[in-house]
């Protein structure tokens, strides 16, 4: 999304091992309801965990959408690293916080963000 935001679908270890060794991956916003997360993967890497549990092709709260925007703005301002940001397929749920993400941040409008959204991860719909 930017150099700073990875908009993706549910990590396999493996891949979250890469991005921490790469990118130093600080944190991971997960929006699966059906997904707690690798826990004592993310302990031992020190990955902070933040958990919108929003169920699968349902729209999160206005409530997950600001605390999942704010962690975002929140890590950038405070940590050195990047930002995972997931849901089961990283086109509906996480996609929503991405897009907003973008309207509060870069101050798009809708349609451009979404153009933003598509150029990085063609999924998203």
């Known amino acids: 999304v930017d150099k700073r935001l990875i908009l993706g679908a549910l990590p396999t270890p493996s891949y979250i091992k890469q991005l921490h060794a790469r990118d130093n991956l600080c944190t991971i916003i997960n929006m699966c309801a059906e997904f707690p997360g690798y826990l004592s993967l993310y302990d031992e890497l020190s990955i902070q965990q933040i958990r919108l549990p929003t169920t699968d092709f349902s729209i999160p709260t206005v409530n997950a959408i600001t605390k999942g925007v704010n962690s975002i703005i929140d890590t950038m301002e405070n940590k ?11 086109r509906g749920r996480s996609a929503v916080i991405a897009l907003c993400y973008l309207l509060r941040v870069y101050r798009l409008t809708p ?15």
Do not use: F, N, S
């Open 80 to 90: 050195d690293g990047v930002v995972y940001l997931h849901c089961k397929a990283g």
């Open 111 to 125: 349609v451009e963000a979404q153009e933003v959204l598509l150029v990085c991860r063609p999924q998203v719909r």
